[in-house]
């Protein structure tokens, strides 16, 4: 029986005909003649009809558990990829203290950028990137086999010493093989993998961990970010694959099916009005009619243009606003009252929290221009632009805060005064994340925030006349950025540069720095707070902390018809977004002797 298939795949075919261990010539096959049963997604799933697509989605774990093997396809590549194999297999020999043959000829090739280059290839493969092959990864019994043009070698090996040998990443790139941005997502895939397949076959695996680990994957379809994870889950948390649903009423029935199933707020800084764009500040009501209810995550949504929630950075597990009560339980509630603005399809979310405080102020948006230098520049000056200007609303809290400063009440601009705002300034642009990282940043640092941005400031202040003018492209203004951190003098009556210490720390500050603030707004407080939110975040936004939660929210309150806002306490809101809130990130505004929890109901 002959029928036609994709060049991709036909190829693919003709490659496992020839398929061996290691490396093997094209004119040794490995087919017997003998009949073999091959499932092919290509061949087996109709992908014109939705209704057998929904159910093929069921079938994937029996599908990949029942497999004898499994093999990925990596595409053809040129027979002098043996350099980027030779690479491979000295590092996995090292890191396993297996016996390697030293020779002239490996310590050549560990050394040749060609070789690694070679190497890169393999990494440049959208497989990488792509939300299916976590569950092709995770649920075989078997890793599967890569094959990569003559080669084939054990991808669970190749992904495990990835995972496990931390300077990949950089080796890589110091040798010109992947850029720094393709390196950040593969890896960040890679060991999205890697905690799949150990999950599934050594313990539970967690619906909020798996999905966290997709959300840099790329698919097609969006609904696919959740309907490719479903056979990794429990029978209890998993919703059936439907493609006759639009992707609205998909990411709908999945939100309220994790808020049954007692995870409704593990997804809350997933979501808000700062990952809708336009919609969510100042779009018309037809926008966002059509758009979805404020707590729903919309997983067709891309990093680019919206902020990375505070808990998907390193070191952000210390992090505990809500910390001190249990955490609260959520329920789908009922519908509007009559004559209320609807956003969207779905219930509305019932929980219980604490309206804390009001935004009073907020300082410009970070990272919505292509200038990175001018961006920066503003960022390490917003002391003296923003928070200066809103000192006297600040000053009561952190004098209160600050038992150094208490006694300078008479003159605010004492230097203590001074100390401690500016303490507070450089720990909220990094979101207070120097502790607690993990590699490649410092383990430790010997500068603390505010020393850190006074060297980043005095390395800036003389920067490129055509970079601040804004006539150079984004690449190259980073580069000249790192150029002026690496050359300015520590001492300015020296003519040396920074030392590798201190470069290392700047290094991970500025990163930090740049990925907090990026598409976000400094805020401050009624009650006199410094902080750090959402680039849609407004004056009369309140900030709301939810017992059991990580980081506070900033909610919008919205009103109903005919009743006055006041009366109500607020009850119902729209979720605008995640927040970091100096002095309100460890449980203290749940100390309060104020504290009063109320019924919150967001849209």
């Known amino acids: 029986m002959r029928f036609a298939v994709h060049e991709s795949l036909c190829e693919a075919l003709h490659r496992y005909r020839r398929l061996g261990s290691g490396y093997e010539t094209r004119d040794e096959p490995r087919w017997n003649g003998k009949a073999e049963y091959i499932w092919a997604d290509g061949v087996c799933i109709d992908q014109s009809s939705l209704k057998e697509k929904g159910e093929q989605v069921a079938l994937m774990q029996d599908i990949y558990q029942r497999a004898r093997r499994v093999f990925v396809d990596f595409g053809d590549t040129m027979d002098d990829w043996i350099g980027g194999w030779a690479v491979l297999h000295h590092v996995r020999c090292t890191i396993h203290d297996v016996g390697v043959i030293e020779t002239s000829d490996s310590h050549r090739v560990l050394q040749e950028q060609r070789a690694w280059q070679r190497l890169g290839e393999l990494l440049d493969a959208p497989w990488f990137l792509r939300t299916w092959v976590i569950q092709e990864m995770a649920v075989p019994e078997q890793a599967p086999t890569a094959m990569f043009g003559p080669y084939s070698f054990d991808l669970g090996a190749l992904l495990g010493l990835f995972s496990s040998f931390p300077q990949w990443p950089s080796r890589l790139a110091s040798m010109g093989a992947v850029s720094s941005d393709g390196r950040r997502e593969v890896f960040y895939t890679i060991r999205a993998m890697e905690d799949a397949r150990a999950s599934f076959h050594y313990g539970a695996i967690s619906p909020v961990r798996l999905i966290r680990n997709i959300i840099k994957t790329n698919t097609t379809d969006p609904r696919d970010r959740l309907f490719g994870i479903m056979s990794l889950m429990k029978p209890e948390h998993r919703i059936q694959a439907n493609y006759t649903l639009p992707k609205e009423a998909v990411f709908t029935l999945f939100a309220e099916h994790m808020v049954r199933s007692g995870f409704g707020s593990d997804f809350l800084d997933m979501a808000g009005l700062q990952q809708r764009g336009a919609i969510g500040d100042g779009g018309t009501a037809s926008q966002r009619a059509a758009s979805l209810r404020s707590w729903v995550v919309d997983w067709a949504m891309r990093e680019e243009g919206n902020p990375k929630p505070f808990t998907n950075f390193p070191g952000q597990n210390t992090y505990g606003a809500g910390e001190g009560f249990a955490k609260v339980g959520m329920s789908l509630d009922e519908p509007l009252p009559s004559g209320m603005f609807d956003p969207g399809p779905g219930l509305v979310l019932k929980t219980t929290g604490l309206i804390y405080d009001t935004v009073k102020a907020t300082s410009h948006i970070y990272g919505d221009t292509d200038n990175w230098y001018k961006d920066l520049s503003r960022a390490v000056n917003l002391y003296f632009e923003f928070v200066s200007g809103h000192k006297g609303a600040l000053i009561p809290q952190y004098l209160h805060d600050a038992d150094s400063c208490k006694a300078q ?55 490129p006349p055509r970079t601040r003018e804004g006539a150079t492209t984004i690449e190259e203004s980073r580069e000249e950025v790192w150029t002026l951190i690496m050359t300015t003098p520590t001492d300015p009556g020296t003519s040396s540069g920074h030392g590798t210490a201190v470069i290392s720390e700047l290094s991970a500050f500025l990163t930090l720095m740049t990925r907090c603030l990026e598409h976000r707004r400094l805020v401050v407080t009624g009650r006199g707070f410094l902080g750090m939110a959402s680039k849609i975040t407004r004056v009369g936004d309140v900030i709301c902390i939810i017992p059991g939660t990580k980081t506070p929210y900033a909610l919008r309150p919205v009103a109903v018809p005919g009743e006055d806002l006041d009366e109500r306490n607020g009850e119902y809101y729209e979720l605008v977004g995640d927040a970091y809130i100096d002095g309100l990130m460890h449980g203290e505004a749940l100390k309060s002797p104020d504290l009063e929890l109320c019924t919150i109901r967001l849209i």
């Open 409 to 463: 009440t008479d003159n605010h601009d004492q230097f203590p005064v001074k100390s401690v705002l500016e303490d507070v300034f450089a720990r909220t642009l990094v979101a207070d994340l120097l502790h607690g990282l993990k590699p490649p940043f410092p383990y430790t640092f010997t500068m603390t925030p505010a020393e850190l941005l006074q060297e980043l400031r005095h390395s800036l202040k003389n920067g």
